[in-house]
């Protein structure tokens, strides 16, 4: 009988054993679960997955280990290696089939890697779901409160961000700004200096994003600028629903730029 070392979905055997697979050394660093007193263990038993799917060591179809399996390869308890499977399986990285296993469904972009290391882009993904809340709650206040001028501001770092894709010269700074533009509208300090306090992972998601765009078709650059447009739209209309509901697409939407390699 196959074992779970071998086994995949369909296609020839892996012959390599999984446990030499997951603990291999890779071109970033050793091999094993190092820990970083930085990153959760969950974030970094995350990046070493993450690394080893989007270099193609575990491809489409693979059976990963079972969670008792993982626990003893990398020296992490069970909720560990649960937190890290289910966060790959939200980012549409893995499959739990009930009776069967975890496998392998799709690959990001080869050149992720060569944008940030593969614990920080689960470090990122992770501050995605604040920004969800934060930053959709943010957008619905400024469409409710936001004064002529702080709309001006909205429509300016838009149109400088809209130049920067003009030239193809996507920065993480015209990014953000815009962002911060719309926090600050909402009238209420306590959401720019939430995303302030955010700086470094804000930066980190928006420069491994931006790096994709950019190394992308320039329809990529053109959809990130679109969904911009509706939400500078719904807040120059003052319509609290479409401003939130806009603003959270287009984080969704950065998310899956990173994460799907079927985007470029």
């Known amino acids: ?136 709650s943010a957008a619905r206040f400024a469409a409710e409160r936001r004064s002529p001028s702080e709309l001006q501001a909205i429509e300016l770092a838009h149109d400088l961000f809209a130049q920067e894709v003009a030239r193809g010269q996507l920065s993480p700074q015209g990014d953000l700004a815009f962002h911060m533009a719309v926090a600050a509208a909402s009238n209420n300090d306590f959401y720019p200096l939430l995303l302030e306090h955010l700086h470094e992972a804000l930066e980190g998601f928006m420069n491994i994003s931006l790096s994709l765009t950019r190394t992308s078709p320039r329809e990529r650059a053109s959809a990130v600028l679109q969904e911009h447009a509706l939400i500078v739209e719904a807040i120059r209309v003052q319509d609290p629903d479409a401003a939130e509901v806009a603003m959270k697409f287009h984080i969704t939407q950065a998310r899956r730029r990173v994460i799907d390699r079927n985007r470029d």
């Open 1 to 136: 009988m196959t074992s779970w070392k071998e086994r995949r979905v369909t296609g020839p055997v892996i012959r390599k054993p999984m446990q030499e697979v997951l603990l291999e050394k890779s071109p970033s660093g050793p091999a094993g679960f190092v820990l970083n007193k930085r990153q959760s263990m969950g974030d970094q038993l995350y990046g070493q997955i993450l690394e080893q799917i989007t270099s193609g060591r575990l491809p489409e179809g693979t059976r990963l280990p079972a969670e008792i399996e993982l626990c003893k390869m990398f020296g992490v308890s069970r909720p560990v290696v649960r937190q890290a499977l289910q966060r790959l399986q939200a980012d549409g990285l893995v499959h739990a089939r009930q009776g069967s296993g975890t496998y392998v469904m799709a690959r990001p972009a080869d050149r992720l890697a060569s944008f940030a290391e593969p614990q920080r882009v689960a470090e990122f993904l992770r501050c995605i779901e604040v920004r969800l809340v934060l930053e959709g």
